[in-house]
């Protein structure tokens, strides 16, 4: 008799558990298709001014007219160096690559592939598409947080296991030190 009761309960619950899954599985695939459009948005406008820009770092532009696509602590760092470098005469302090394309000479387009969430983080891999065609090696893995469904860059992982604010921060104690 236990056992009947016991089927009888799993077999009314079970569509409720169903129902919850799908609810909450729906919900991932909102945010990640949601953190996937942030991404590729902000890459569609990127690209464009990295190819263009001669004067001016991309990423100096970016952090002046996108900002608020930037954490707060990812834009000071980022601001810092772009500062940095304009008062050093003749040599580089600051970033020598572009941070959000992992390279010195952007592609014409790249694109969000896969979209990975740890929770309230995500992470976004980004690759250059060459000839039409995705590359298969990340080029850029773009970590995404949101508060209330608004997106913001919190820093960018290598290929090489490096990553955008670490380096950022080493640049910055290297300039830090006292010259001998």
């Not at 608020?68 to 005469?89: H, I, M, T, W, Y």
């Not at 250059?128 to 893995?141: D, F, H, L």
Request: hydrophobic share 40%.
């Amino acid at each position: 008799m236990k056992i009947f009761k016991l089927l009888l309960c799993c077999l009314f619950l079970s569509p409720c558990v169903s129902a919850s899954s799908q609810r909450i599985g729906r919900v991932d695939v909102d945010a990640d298709d949601s953190v996937r459009q942030f991404v590729q948005g902000f890459y569609s406008w990127y690209v464009k001014e990295a190819i263009a820009s001669r004067s001016v770092s991309a990423w100096s532009k970016a952090i002046n007219e996108k900002g608020g696509a930037f954490d707060s602590e990812l834009r000071r760092e980022l601001g810092e160096d772009v500062l940095a470098q304009k008062e050093a005469v003749g040599e580089i302090v600051g970033l020598d690559f572009d941070p959000f394309l992992n390279g010195q000479d952007p592609s014409r387009d790249y694109v969000v592939l896969k979209v990975v969430s740890n929770g309230e983080v995500y992470f976004a891999e980004v690759h250059r598409v060459v000839s039409g065609r995705p590359e298969e090696k990340v080029a850029v893995t773009a970590v995404i947080a949101g508060k209330k469904g608004r997106w913001r860059f919190v820093d960018f992982l290598y290929p090489d296991n490096h990553h955008l604010l670490g380096i950022l921060k080493a640049l910055k104690e290297d300039r830090d030190k006292p010259t001998q």
